[in-house]
């Protein structure tokens, strides 16, 4: 197995998420909330790891993936944003290292879970972040690694379908990167479409935001503790509903309609 063309790829998905910690870095500094620091200290620490791991890899463009590297890829690959992804819980001063890494995961992981017994102390742009993990866990981060790594080549087909197994790995378009494009752009589409109706039915921009990311990853974390409860409206609850529903299907069948 290539280790080095593995280091080189999770390298690649380091700096993809310190671009993610850029959104609630912007949101803390427009608050003027102390977590922007901690978003820099965070960027900064996965722009490292990101640096070194593509410093030591394979930088061979001619290098493809076979099953091997695509499976250590994916497996290690969830690991490493999960524990990247614990940095600003932990940063906060708000949570314990385990309960940032079970924060983190959660999120990745579309779980939903929480050991917090309050979020009324935390600030937006964490909350921000908290909504984004689960989001981009949604999507798949690996997902989202194919449509922006030409490096990966022939590999992507190893990736795609190591990362999404059953029906849903069924290819739309002969091109694996273009499927996996396809796949995200209905991703986005549900994601505004639900923060607009949330909007409607009376959610500020922001806590619709929050909760139309968290719903489209089908997963359960809300911007209030009490999730859906908070809000005391049906049409929240509908609305909510119809887009988690929508964003179980099959993607590929939304493209062939």
């Known amino acids: 197995m290539n280790i080095r063309l593995v280091m080189y790829l999770l390298g690649k998905l380091s700096i993809a998420c310190a671009v993610a910690m850029v ?8 608050l003027e909330e102390y977590m922007f620091l ?9 722009a490292f790891i990101g640096g070194a791991l593509i410093g030591n890899g394979e930088k061979n463009k001619r290098a ?3 099953l091997r590297e695509a499976l250590a890829t994916v497996g290690c690959g969830w690991l490493l944003v999960c524990f990247l992804g614990a940095i600003p819980y932990y940063l906060s001063g708000l949570v314990g290292l385990v309960g940032a890494i079970f924060e983190s995961t959660s999120g990745f992981t579309t779980t939903g879970v929480t050991t917090l017994s309050s979020l009324s102390n935390f600030p937006d742009s964490l909350l921000v972040w908290r909504s984004m993990t689960h989001w981009t866990g949604g999507i798949g981060v690996i997902m ?7 490096q990966v080549g022939s590999g992507a087909n190893y990736l795609f379908n190591a990362e999404i197994p059953g029906p849903a790995a069924e290819r739309t378009l002969p091109k694996i990167k273009e499927s996996a494009f396809v796949i995200f752009t209905v991703y986005i589409f549900f994601t505004l479409i639900t923060t607009v109706a949330l909007k409607v039915a009376g959610m500020s921009w922001f806590m619709a935001m929050n909760l139309a990311l968290a719903s489209v990853a089908t997963g359960g974390f809300s911007y209030q503790y009490e999730s859906l409860m908070e809000f005391e409206t049906v049409y929240v609850e509908m609305i909510v509903i119809i887009a988690m529903v929508a964003a179980s299907l099959n993607f590929a069948l939304y493209y062939k309609i």
């Open 144 to 150: 989202l690694f194919i449509t922006i790594m030409p």
């Open 64 to 66: 493809h993936l076979n």
């Open 38 to 46: 901690g978003f820099i200290f965070s960027f900064m620490i996965c």
């Open 23 to 30: 959104v609630p870095m912007i949101t803390a500094l427009l």
